[in-house]
């Protein structure tokens, strides 16, 4: 990661940070600018994932990175995944097989896409291609899994889309009992409310930065959103306003 820090930063050096949001130690708008600079790169550690392992830094690069490609799509590719759920549920587990294959081809870093596909080979009779599949989902929510802890603004899980956060809420044993968007510094977070599934009263808040899915992959920006806000709730839920605080009675 050392030598991952170096880089990233003669490749930022005459730029300031605008997104302000750190992970694993990098500014993920120096992360954008080198994938602007070098998108071949980024499409090549996409090809060397689906073949072989890939080191560290070369994960959080892929992970990250690949969020600033054109064709990053989490919402469409939720969608997509959804024909593979629904041909498993009628228990054609070759046809959802062959169907994530041809997906993986659209989307080569959706931890979600993998699991399944590790699912439908380990039915479809296929162990080998299962452990495959089930060690390249590991690898990819490994990095946001890792990314923070989830306890408030500054350590919340970095996610690439809002399917990650809920494999990585499994992955965790718990259950979402309540869900809102904050934002903090202008970067949109998903704060949730679980609980472990066997023990519904110890209940815990944690935080999800969702800069990638909810800025980047729909191209908005904050005021983009506080513009959507006023007109659908006809008042800036953004802003302080005293008028909206109810008075104390004498």
Do not use: C
């Not at 050096?13 to 602007?36: C, M, P, R």
């Not at 090549?44 to 990175?65: A, I, M, N, P």
């Not at 959706?110 to 495959?132: P, T, V, W």
């Amino acid at each position: 990661m050392k030598n991952l820090l170096i880089l990233i930063f003669f490749i930022n050096f005459n730029s300031f940070a605008q997104i302000h949001t750190k992970v694993y130690g990098l500014e993920l708008d120096s992360i954008q600018k080198w994938v602007q600079q070098k998108p071949a790169y980024f499409k090549y550690l996409q090809r060397k994932f689906q073949k072989t392992d890939l080191d560290e830094d070369e994960l959080v690069l892929l992970y990250y990175g690949s969020a600033f490609l054109p064709d990053y799509n989490p919402k469409k590719a939720a969608e997509d995944m959804e024909k593979i759920t629904k041909l498993m549920g009628q228990m054609d587990f070759d046809a959802g097989l062959k169907t994530g294959e041809v997906l993986l081809k659209k989307y080569p870093v959706e931890a979600r896409l993998y699991m399944l596909l590790g699912y439908a080979a380990k039915k479809n009779g296929d162990e080998k291609k299962s452990k495959f599949y089930y060690k390249k989902y590991g690898d990819l929510l490994r990095v946001p899994l890792y990314s923070g802890k989830g306890k408030d603004f500054e350590t919340a899980y970095v996610v690439r889309s809002t399917s990650d956060e809920y494999l990585i809420i499994n992955q965790k044993n718990l259950e979402l009992l309540r869900q809102e968007v904050r934002f903090h510094n202008q970067i949109p977070f998903d704060k949730m409310l679980l609980a472990p599934k066997n023990y519904p009263d110890k209940k815990q808040t944690v935080y999800f930065n969702i800069y990638l899915p909810l800025f980047i992959a729909q191209n908005k920006t904050y005021k983009d959103i506080q513009k959507e806000a006023i007109l659908k709730f006809k008042v800036d839920t953004f802003k302080y306003n005293k008028k909206y605080i109810p008075k104390k009675k004498k």
